[in-house]
Structures are given as structure tokens and as C-alpha cells.
């Protein structure tokens, strides 16, 4: 699978259709400006079913890119994303891919401002991100 359908493919997911996995995230270090957040700010169905830390939304972008760095530093590859989102990928041993999303958000309930609590979210992407997927028949 390429990149752009690797893109296309994790453009679909949402916050909530990104499950932990046995040895997943969930031993994601916690960073300096971050806050362990176990309930997602209660948002998106992510208690339970993701990684995430909280920060002010003012320091949520720095925060962003030092879990990229920390990702990437770990051989993790991003792979596409946008100014809320990064998909990365990671190949395996045995062949193929793993990947992961890490998604940011807040509250939108709440009135924003620096001092808001902002999220990022962790998360598996299931099965082998690189598998090739089967020409589709019309």
C-alpha cells in the first residue's frame, strides 16, 4: 500500500475507531506540559479506548511536535495527518506495517482560549496499514 492509500484509508477513522492493542501506546511517556488524561476529557467515546494527555491549548501545538519527535525518535514514520491529525507508520519485522494516530482536540462545548484544555489522542490503526488491499470489481 502506498502512502495515499494509506492516507485515504486513515482519513475514514475517527477519534473513537482507533482501539488500543495489547503492548499499544498505552506505555506512551508522559512529556514535560503534559498531563495524563485516562477519561479523553470524557470526549468522542476515547475513555478506554485510546492514550491521551491534556495540556492548555496554548502550549498544545509545541506539545504536538515533541510527541512527533519522540514518535519518530522511537521509528515511528509520519505518513500523512493534517493540522489536527498525524497518521505514522512503522514496519515490523516480520513484514508489513504497524500505525498509529495520534489526533488532537478539545472541548467544543467549552469556550476556547489558551487556557482551555486541549487533548492529544493515541491510538492503534488495526491490521497491517502497508498490506496491499485487493483491486476492487465493479
Given at each position: 500500500?502506498?502512502?495515499?492509500?494509506?492516507?485515504?484509508?486513515?482519513?475514514?477513522?475517527?477519534?473513537?475507531?482507533?482501539?488500543?492493542?495489547?503492548?499499544?501506546?498505552?506505555?506512551?511517556?508522559?512529556?514535560?506540559?503534559?498531563?495524563?488524561?485516562?477519561?479523553?476529557?470524557?470526549?468522542?467515546?476515547?475513555?478506554?479506548?485510546?492514550?491521551?494527555?491534556?495540556?492548555?491549548?496554548?502550549?498544545?501545538?509545541?506539545?504536538?511536535?515533541?510527541?512527533?519527535?519522540?514518535?519518530?525518535?522511537?521509528?515511528?514514520?509520519?505518513?500523512?495527518?493534517?493540522?489536527?491529525?498525524?497518521?505514522?507508520?512503522?514496519?515490523?519485522?516480520?513484514?508489513?506495517?504497524?500505525?498509529?494516530?495520534?489526533?488532537?482536540?478539545?472541548?467544543?462545548?467549552?469556550?476556547?482560549?489558551?487556557?482551555?484544555?486541549?487533548?492529544?489522542?493515541f491510538g492503534r490503526i488495526p491490521?497491517?496499514?502497508?498490506?496491499?488491499?485487493?483491486?476492487?470489481?465493479?
Amino acid at each position: 500500500m502506498n502512502i495515499l492509500t494509506l492516507a485515504a484509508a486513515a482519513a475514514v477513522l475517527t477519534p473513537a475507531a482507533v482501539a488500543l492493542q495489547e503492548g499499544s501506546v498505552a506505555e506512551q511517556a508522559v512529556l514535560p506540559g503534559a498531563t495524563p488524561a485516562a477519561d479523553c476529557g470524557n470526549l468522542y467515546g476515547l475513555a478506554g479506548q485510546a492514550f491521551c494527555v491534556s495540556a492548555p491549548l496554548a502550549g498544545i501545538g509545541a506539545l504536538a511536535d515533541a510527541y512527533v519527535a519522540d514518535l519518530e525518535a522511537k521509528g515511528w514514520i509520519p505518513a500523512d495527518g493534517n493540522e489536527n491529525r498525524v497518521v505514522f507508520i512503522r514496519r515490523r519485522e516480520g513484514g508489513g506495517c504497524e500505525g498509529l494516530q495520534m489526533q488532537v482536540f478539545q472541548d467544543s462545548s467549552r469556550p476556547a482560549g489558551p487556557d482551555a484544555v486541549g487533548y492529544l489522542g493515541f491510538g492503534r490503526i488495526p491490521g497491517d496499514v502497508c498490506a496491499q488491499q485487493s483491486p476492487t470489481r465493479p
